[in-house]
């Protein structure tokens, strides 16, 4: 009896291993996979340039071209109206910013769905960050890729801006999902 009893724990504690190992979670690798097909599935429909300009002159407009930022395809922008010229941010410089953004999970046959953000809804907290102080939480809460466009262009343009998980909201990372932001930026009004 007591053997039987040993080989039935033992066979339970065997079971109970194999369930447990046999989950159907994705390893961070798989993610990351599935997260860049969501982007390539975007960017199937979409002109793609391989980098920024030399000149950094951007085409602009609703059919200009995504341009890559970053080596690793963690980082694509459409300037969709490329500011006024001169008006550069500063170190340091407290930018707010206006945003829809969209996850590209959801992206499909298109079209994009669910977009949340403050762009269209003025009772949204004001979202803002001081420029490359990464120091403060309410910068880097947003995560490197909110800010880049600025590096590039004046503080008053406008950009759709395709942010890898990486690169995103700082308490989502381990999400691994892509999101297509459209952003404003623009200075307090003293």
Same mark, same amino acid.
Request: with cysteine; hydrophobic share 35%.
């Given at each position: ?5 040993n080989?039935?724990? /033992?066979a339970?504690?065997?079971?109970? =291993? /194999? ?9 961070y ?7 860049t097909h969501?982007? &390539?599935?975007y ?9 920024i300009p /030399? ?8 059919? /200009? @071209? ?13 300037v969709?109206n490329?500011?006024t010229p001169? &008006?550069k #941010? ?6 707010? =910013?206006?945003?829809?953004r969209?996850? $590209?999970y ?5 079209e994009?769905?669910?977009g949340?953000g &403050?762009?269209?809804?003025?009772? =949204?907290?004001?979202t ?6 990464y120091?403060l ?16 262009? @004046?503080?008053d343009?406008?950009v759709n801006?395709?942010?890898k ?5 700082? &308490?989502?990372?381990a999400e691994? #999902?892509?999101? $297509? ?6 200075? @307090?009004?003293?």
């Amino acid at each position: 009896m007591k053997i039987l009893r040993n080989i039935a724990l /033992a066979a339970a504690s065997l079971a109970a =291993f /194999a369930f447990t190992s046999c989950d159907d979670t994705k390893s961070y690798a798989e993610l990351l996979t599935d997260e860049t097909h969501y982007v &390539n599935a975007y960017l199937a429909n979409q002109r793609v340039v391989a980098s920024i300009p /030399a000149d950094t002159v951007f085409e602009t407009g609703p059919d /200009a @071209p995504y341009y890559r930022l970053d080596e690793d395809g963690n980082l694509y922008m459409q300037v969709v109206n490329a500011g006024t010229p001169g &008006n550069k #941010v500063k170190s340091d410089e407290l930018i707010y =910013f206006r945003f829809t953004r969209y996850s $590209l999970y959801k992206y499909s046959g298109g079209e994009l769905s669910g977009g949340v953000g &403050n762009e269209d809804d003025l009772s =949204f907290n004001n979202t803002s960050f001081r420029y490359g102080n990464y120091q403060l939480q309410s910068s880097s809460q947003w995560g490197s890729g909110i800010q880049y466009p600025l590096a590039l262009l @004046p503080v008053d343009c406008e950009v759709n801006l395709i942010i890898k998980s990486q690169l995103g909201l700082t &308490n989502e990372i381990a999400e691994v #999902v892509p999101y $297509l932001y459209h952003i404003r930026y623009y200075r @307090p009004k003293i």
